[in-house]
């Protein structure tokens, strides 16, 4: 069988998310044969290259959620073109600027949606994709003024949500910037009998998205022309990412794909995040709809596709498979950590504003109030990426320096600060086993987590484990560890407890 695995932001890149776990299903079966279509996040994922791959990857297409769209031919000069634009874009931005409804049957997507605004939504998304192979693509459209003139009347249209109806000009050109990115998919030549007569997407047995978002639109787009089997596999739902960045207002890069959150560093406005949840939404309840199975990879994740419209019928939890074979030698030395390390915490992943360590920090500095020799180790796992100097990383340094000021004996003495910044590959960290076994505990504080795939490495080390009460985080530790509310480092010491 050909499989076609539809990535973002992972796997075949070296970096990014659900990467080793795209990895063990592809040398899993090896029976199949693969192809990826993976979309691309950042430039620093695509310089940080592919991972090593196995014979049976037949084949790699990658295109890019970020940066400027590349030209292609075609144009939309023409008044029939922009004719047909107006009234597919129309109907896609009616559908994500209509008010909550009321008494939606099960199945029809968002909670709380009426059926004929799903049907308008599916109605646009494809009626764009057959624009898109018409004329070869939709970046100049999306951004041009006739899209932002449509989302607009869209949102001014009786009835439309308080939100809608405030966003300004600025808004707007926001969105639709936006949308072209999340829409890119629509454009791409993975879709059959391109150049050398490569049949793409059209030749495949199945299509596996391996996340939800914009992996998804590749395969709705083969399950409706070729009808190609879709399956669906999230550790995450989109939407709920995007509600939770949405009301913190985190700042930080902005998603290729339209995230929550911020652009380019500013925080996004209500009315901005509003719409782009509402797109978030709709994609996922279409994505439900269509898909053939879904297999999200904890409890947590299957209430939330539930909650969004999913048939419990084709709804099947299937949890990640671990590796424990690296951890065993750490978990065999038992739970006791190695003398001097008994009041080390470590915390393990990638310094960006999901894993929250500026709230671990602020947490830290009460801990170091009761227990003054307490140290934290942050262990960074991104490789390949540095990160900006102004960026998320170097913030959480600076914290760092301004509520632990380098400690000294005495003047003559050098200062130690009790938190360190290391990455793992250093000499002291070189493996994942090595960092867990670095202190007597591991932490996690994180606002947003899917599977925390970290916590069950912690536990095959033997390590204890303190973490915020996100995604599927009870579900995995069940009770052998402390639980604590999430982006509250005040008042988490009095509000512990054990799932």
Request: aromatic residues 6%; glycine residues 14%; neutral net charge.
């Amino acid at each position: 069988m050909r499989v076609g695995l539809l990535t973002e932001g992972g796997y075949p890149y070296a970096t990014g998310d659900a990467r080793v776990w795209c990895d063990r299903l592809v040398r899993g079966l090896a029976q199949h044969e693969f192809e990826v279509y993976a979309l691309s996040r950042g430039p620093g994922q695509e310089r940080a290259g592919w991972g090593e791959l196995p014979r049976h990857v037949g084949r790699v297409c990658t295109a890019p959620l970020w940066g400027e769209p590349e030209p292609r031919r075609g144009g939309w000069g023409g008044r029939r073109q922009r004719r047909r634009f107006a009234e597919h874009f129309g109907e896609l931005a009616a559908a994500i600027s209509a008010p909550y409804g009321s008494g939606a049957p099960h199945g029809s997507g968002v909670p709380g949606r009426p059926t004929d605004q799903a049907d308008r939504f599916a109605n646009g998304l494809h009626g764009l994709a057959d624009l898109a192979g018409e004329y070869g693509g939709l970046s100049a459209a999306l951004r041009s003024e006739d899209a932002v003139r449509t989302l607009e009347r869209a949102c001014r249209a009786l009835g439309a949500p308080h939100g809608a109806q405030r966003a300004r000009v600025a808004d707007l050109l926001t969105v639709t910037e936006a949308l072209e990115r999340a829409l890119r998919p629509l454009s791409l030549d993975w879709y059959g009998h391109g150049a050398g007569g490569d049949p793409g997407l059209s030749g495949v047995d199945l299509c596996h998205a391996a996340t939800g978002g914009a992996a998804v639109l590749p395969g709705l787009l083969a399950k409706r022309r070729f009808g190609t089997p879709l399956l669906l596999t999230e550790y995450g739902v989109r939407l709920r990412e995007s509600y939770l960045a949405g009301a913190a207002g985190a700042v930080g890069a902005a998603g290729a794909a339209g995230a929550v959150g911020s652009e380019g560093g500013r925080p996004l406005s209500g009315p901005v995040r509003s719409l782009l949840t509402a797109f978030h939404g709709r994609l996922a309840a279409e994505a439900y709809a269509r898909a053939d199975l879904i297999t999200p990879g904890n409890t947590h994740t299957r209430r939330w596709q539930e909650r969004c419209g999913a048939d419990r019928e084709r709804l099947r939890t299937v949890y990640p498979g671990m590796d424990a074979a690296r951890f065993a030698e750490v978990g065999e030395q038992g739970a006791a950590p190695s003398e001097g390390d008994d009041r080390t915490l470590v915390w393990v992943g990638r310094i960006e504003p999901p894993k929250d360590v500026i709230a671990l920090l602020h947490a830290f500095a009460e801990v170091r109030r009761r227990q003054p020799d307490a140290r934290l180790r942050i262990i960074e796992t991104r490789r390949g990426e540095d990160p900006e100097p102004d960026g998320y990383p170097a913030h959480c340094r600076a914290l760092a320096d301004h509520l632990f000021p380098d400690e000294a004996a005495d003047a003559h003495s050098a200062g130690d600060n009790p938190v360190s910044f290391e990455r793992l590959g250093d000499p002291e960290v070189p493996t994942l086993a090595d960092a867990y076994g670095a202190g007597g505990v591991v932490v996690l504080s994180s606002v947003v987590e899917g599977f925390p795939v970290g916590l069950v490495e912690a536990m095959l080390c033997g390590r204890a484990t303190v973490s915020t009460d996100v995604g599927a985080v009870c579900e995995v530790i069940g009770g052998t560890g402390l639980v604590v509310p999430r982006a509250t480092p005040g008042r988490s010491r009095t509000r512990a407890w054990r799932c």
